[in-house]
């Protein structure tokens, strides 16, 4: 079966239009609407980039089972590793805000001081080392630090 993808601005106004939560939910489930998994969209990435999973773990600065299991689709990232993986990869800015969407991730928001360093970071195509670096020296969280 072909796959139907529905821009989100249609599937809103369906939403809004529907009497019927389960009836909208069934006729337009995942499979419809073009949400990839993320360990399926982290997977592709490898292909794209001409990569592989073990290299971008190691450079995402995760550890490897973790990591190992992220690709499996066995986990579920935290938004630190997501973004850890955005800049393992070397994804500007507009990829990786589809990358946390897909993570089901809140995006990068320019007034939250850190995402602005992670921001200023992305377009700078700085490694997670560099990072990390900027960000202990700011006194903010580093990424992967509890909060």
Do not use: W
Not at 44 to 59: F, G, P, R, V
Not at 106 to 116: C, G
Not at 127 to 136: E, N, P
């Amino acid at each position: 079966m072909k796959e139907l993808k529905i821009p989100t601005d249609s599937l809103m106004q369906k939403l809004l239009k529907t009497s019927s939560i389960d009836r909208f939910i069934r006729r337009y489930n995942e499979k419809t609407t073009g949400v990839t998994e993320f360990h399926e969209y982290i997977t592709s990435l490898l292909q794209e980039k001409n990569t592989d999973h073990l290299t971008i773990i190691k450079n995402a600065d995760i550890e490897r089972n973790y990591g190992l299991q992220l690709f499996k689709g066995i986990r579920k990232p935290s938004r630190d590793k997501v973004l850890q993986l955005a800049l393992a990869f070397g994804l500007d800015l507009e990829e990786t805000q589809k990358l946390l969407t897909i993570a089901r991730k809140s995006a990068l928001y320019p007034k939250i001081e850190r995402d602005a360093v992670v921001i200023f970071a992305l377009r700078k195509k700085y490694c997670v080392l560099d990072i990390q670096s900027t960000l202990h020296e700011l006194g903010i969280p580093l990424l992967g630090e509890e909060r």
